[in-house]
């Protein structure tokens, strides 16, 4: 399909398009004119990702700038999905004859991708990044060259001695293609994939490659700031933000730091022993990275690190850490340090700021050589032409910590606990270093991209991420969905059949009555809900006493009559196993019920589409833990800094959870489902309006109060009327649309123009959020009144 959206011609890859994904190309375009950042929320099943990408590319390819698309998702699957769908879409703009030369690639880590007899077979990530550092180090590749006998990768060396512009073809490559073509030339797939990314005009890969400081360093500062950012199912991203800059220190880390420090000293000094030179010119090469890092930053050619900035690059590198064996005596110091702060007996939380006056007052350690940390052991592991890097692990974790603790005085938290887990009875102590502000690892994106776009099916409210995430959004819309037959049912059961009010609230969620009614709509769904039905917990500590208590009440063995049950635990080889029969059962007929858990891995990357999900129940409101010490202190960040209520942020977090679940049930204008809401708290409007708008939408006053019996019957007739064949040529012209369709929108929209609406040039020029706030100041004056 060929259409234009304010003379832009898009290229469809399918007949037919649905009446959200016009309306989000004709939002994602204002955005990008405007070059600024969106929020959008588009509804689960409705084709998000080719969506973006038939635009984007439509876009990037009509224009001369050709911005480059860095399209970010979340697991290796949904990478893989968005890569199928690139390709087809290339593919299609191909047979209309457009003669375009385009290059479009996927990265993930080196695990998936080693081609290396020994290494390919490892499991852990870790293992292989050492053992692949090992082989393609420059200074193991130096020795090898002047005869030693050393072990590198053939690999990595074919492909050094290759040029990739003239060998490699553009096109689109999926992981799995970009293996072939590595074993087909005989070069590694990881390292060519990383070079390929500089001049692709297509990248897509995971979150972590742009937000974790670390990996970002390695891999995205130098991409290009005309970009085009998408942060695709982008609901948790200030969950990941945080996790990047977050750190956990325990003994046995201190123990692992301490041996990895006599290594250093035992190195330096076997250099000192051999006269090399490299140790004296170390100074000059972190000074010189310094200066070098600091001047790509201000010409703009970089992005900036969160874990090292701008002021700490214009300062003097501190005199008692600029020898090596000066630094490593330093850090030995720190390390010890550490050590007397994980003997503690109670709980005690301090500011950065509070935790180096201690550590000054103790060791008088000052703060200055601390910030230096992180990048001076970096600059000393290279000299020193370190192998087993996973061997430093521990040690640089420990440099991260100084780091940080050194250059953050606000938005972090240092926690020491002497129980690991709440319930632990044997000591174990840990210093968790907790980053409260998300805006530090994802500022950098929005200041150096034009365009950044955070996009996915759970967003509601929309404003609460410009506010956490610290950035200003040209445009936020959350799209209703156009459905032809009411395909899925939300309903709110707030009772048992014995009106008793269900709820997951902690004085009342053990309550013998409450957990025999919420078996009891387990039971009575299984017994009409063909196939498979999923339920979702707020914990797994939750989950385990209910299933305990279901089955003293004999509610399991009830259950089991017309359904098997499968349970997901946190270990994710058991998940898995548990997954693949699940699904089994489902499609042999015999049904099956799946008992998993909001936040869990079922909840975020897995599809229950058709048969494997006929109904979702979210039993309870899956807030999160609220004694949490580092959850108080970023509510108390939150409250502070960006005037957000602690209530606000908990229920915003807990539903846009428990929609991410029930999402799971609607994969798809074709498939139907129930989305069963067991917690009388849902009732509520303060709740339900922080859902999203395709969910609200369809909650009719009649499906917020009903009792477990009352919601069977109105489940029966649903599930009655879903087995009707559905006619394909009803839905056209409403929730499907044809080219025809969509001309015929423009041409009304057109006339609408024409007969004049009175700012309608303000919202083509900036789009509907700034040329709401340009009508607001107008009709106030305030406009006129700006003199500055």
Known sequence: MLFEIDGLPVYFPYDRIYPEQYAHMCTLKQALDAQGHGVLEMPSGTGKTVTLLSLIIS??????????????????????????????????????????????????????????????????????????????????????????????????????????????????????????????????????????????????????????????????????????????????????CIDSLSLDIMRPTLEASSKSINQLSERIEQ???????????????????????????????????PALPDDLLREAVPGNIRKAEHFVAFLKRFNEYLKTRLRVLNVTAETPSSFLQHVKEITFIERKPLQFCAER???????????????????????????????YNK??????????????????????????DASIAIRPVFERFSSVIITSGTLSPLDMYPKILDFKATVMESYPMTLTRNCFLPMVITRGSDQVAISSKFEVRNDPAVVRNFGNILIEFGKVVP?????????????????????????LTEAWKSKLVFVETPDAAETSIALENYRRACENGRGAILLAVARGKVSEGIDFDHHYGRAVVMFGIPYQYTESRILKARLEFLRDEHRVRENDFLTFDALRHAAQCLGRVLRGKTDYGLMVFADRRYARQDKRSKLPKWINQYITETSVNLSTDMGIAIAKKFLRSMAQPLESQAQLGVSLWTLED????????????EKGHPHQHLYQQYGAAEAQRLIQERATGAVYMDVS
């Open 59 to 240: 876009y990037q390819q009509f224009y001369p700038e050709k911005r480059k698309l860095i399209y970010c998702s979340r697991t290796v699957p949904e990478i893989e999905k968005a890569l199928a769908e690139l390709k087809r879409l290339i593919e299609y703009r191909k047979s209309c004859g457009l003669d375009e030369s385009i290059l479009g690639l996927g990265l993930t880590s080196r695990r998936n991708m080693c081609l290396h007899p020994s290494i390919s077979k490892e499991r852990k990530g870790k293992v292989v990044d050492a053992r692949c550092r090992n082989l393609t180090a420059p200074w193991v590749r130096e020795a090898a060259q002047s005869g030693q006998d050393i072990e590198t990768c053939s690999f990595f060396e074919t492909l050094e001695k290759s040029d990739l512009r003239e060998e490699v073809p553009d096109s689109i490559y999926t992981l799995d293609d970009i293996k072939d073509l590595g074993k087909e030339k005989g070069m590694c797939p990881y390292f060519m994939a990383r070079r390929m990314i500089g001049y692709a005009n297509v990248v897509i890969y995971s979150y972590h490659y742009m937000l974790d400081p670390k990996i970002a360093d390695l891999i995205s500062k130098e991409m290009s700031k005309e970009s085009i950012v998408i942060f695709d199912e982008a609901h948790n991203i200030d969950n990941v």
């Open 271 to 305: 250099m000192k022993q051999q006269g090399s030179e490299k140790l004296k010119d170390e100074y000059e090469k972190l000074v010189q990275g310094l200066q070098d890092t600091l001047h790509a930053r201000d010409q703009e050619l970089v992005m900036a690190n």
């Open 377 to 407: 052991l970096s600059i000393l592991i290279r000299t020193l032409e370190l192998n087993n890097l996973d061997e430093y692990q521990a040690l640089q974790r420990v440099a991260a910590l100084a780091t940080l603790v050194a250059t």
């Open 411 to 436: 938005g972090f938290m240092l926690v020491l606990e002497p129980y690991e887990t709440d319930n632990a009875t044997v000591p174990n102590p840990i210093l968790r270093f907790a980053c409260l």
């Open 531 to 555: 196939d498979g039905i999923v339920a979702f917990f707020p914990s797994y500590l939750y989950m385990e006493s209910i299933i305990a208590m279901w089955h003293e009440m004999g509610m």
């Open 742 to 753: 969509v001309l015929a929108r423009q041409r009304a929209q057109k006339e609408r123009l």
